[in-house]
């Protein structure tokens, strides 16, 4: 099963007309797209009664990824977390069965360490059972040590474009789940893909199913709202 969005429910008025006309901004999205990443949870905490509200907004089958607080990953650095951590489980909780994979995406100068990101990495899964993935910008993170202790932590490792380092565009970590993340190219945040881009995208998602992998695609270049014509077209190569 493929999972196809943008980073933001945004319906942008250059492509309003492949939406619902009624209806919230979230509720004209989950009618055509089939996912989405909350980014807004890594700036500032959301109530519990504001993701049942969301859930409440969209259809059964839509799925929403939620990304892990900036407080966990760049302030503390995956150090002494335990307690925000709680905290943003307890909120996303909100979300019920329409709760997706955890997106914890590291600041580049975060290297892996055992004395810190091994034990964050254990406990983040003990707390939760349900997917997460992981997006180091660090290549100290792509070393085949990690790499084991991802998967046997059932933590699949983000595949990124652009790259930021060799190797981070290809999926890692636990196999069982496959994260695209789409933030735009040449001009990260800004520039469309090219629609030989987003047909070997699309094959991608289509072999990922054949071997019964779940896999997400998400555009994050959403500052010329070039995300959501991305998905959108993405979406209509999956069901032809």
Same mark, same amino acid.
């Given at each position: 099963?493929?999972? $196809? ?14 939406? +619902?006309?009624?209806g ?7 009618q &055509? ?15 519990? !009664? ?10 059964e089958?839509? &799925?929403?990824?939620?990304?892990? +607080? ?8 995956? =150090?002494?977390?335990?307690? /925000?951590? @709680? &905290? ?16 914890? @995406?590291?600041? /580049?100068?975060?290297?892996? #360490? ?17 997917? $997460? ?9 792509? !070393?085949?040590?990690?790499? !084991? ?5 059932? $933590?699949?490792?983000? !595949? %990124? #474009?652009?790259? /930021?380092?060799? =190797?981070?565009?290809?999926?890692g970590?636990? @196999?069982g789940l496959r994260?695209y ?6 001009k990260?945040?800004y520039?469309?893909?090219? @629609? ?7 094959? &991608?998602?289509a072999? #990922?199913a054949?071997? =019964?992998?779940?896999s997400?695609? $998400?555009? #994050?270049?959403? %500052? ?17």
């Amino acid at each position: 099963m493929a999972f $196809i969005g943008t980073a933001g429910w945004n319906v942008p008025k250059a492509y309003a007309g492949a939406f +619902p006309a009624v209806g919230s901004h979230l509720q004209r999205y989950a009618q &055509r797209l089939t996912a989405v990443e909350i980014n807004t949870s890594f700036y500032r905490p959301h109530r519990l !009664a504001t993701y049942k509200r969301w859930a409440e907004a969209t259809p059964e089958h839509f &799925r929403f990824a939620v990304k892990v +607080p900036r407080m966990i990953t760049h302030e503390l650095r995956l =150090g002494n977390a335990d307690a /925000p951590l @709680q &905290r943003f489980l307890d909120e996303i909780a909100g979300l019920g069965p329409k709760l997706g994979p955890l997106l914890l @995406q590291l600041p /580049p100068s975060l290297r892996f #360490d055992d004395r810190t990101s091994d034990p964050f990495l254990r406990a983040f899964r003990h707390a939760h059972g349900g997917s $997460i993935v992981c997006e180091p910008r660090h290549d100290s993170w792509l !070393a085949p040590s990690v790499d !084991a202790l991802l998967t046997k932590l059932r $933590i699949a490792r983000v !595949a %990124a #474009d652009p790259a /930021p380092m060799p =190797g981070a565009d290809e999926p890692g970590g636990w @196999q069982g789940l496959r994260y695209y993340r789409l933030h735009g190219s040449p001009k990260i945040y800004y520039s469309a893909y090219e @629609q030989h881009a987003l047909d070997a995208m699309a094959d &991608r998602l289509a072999a #990922d199913a054949t071997r =019964g992998c779940e896999s997400w695609c $998400i555009f #994050d270049n959403t %500052a010329t709202f070039a995300a959501t014509g991305d998905a959108l077209s993405i979406l209509e190569r999956w069901a032809s």
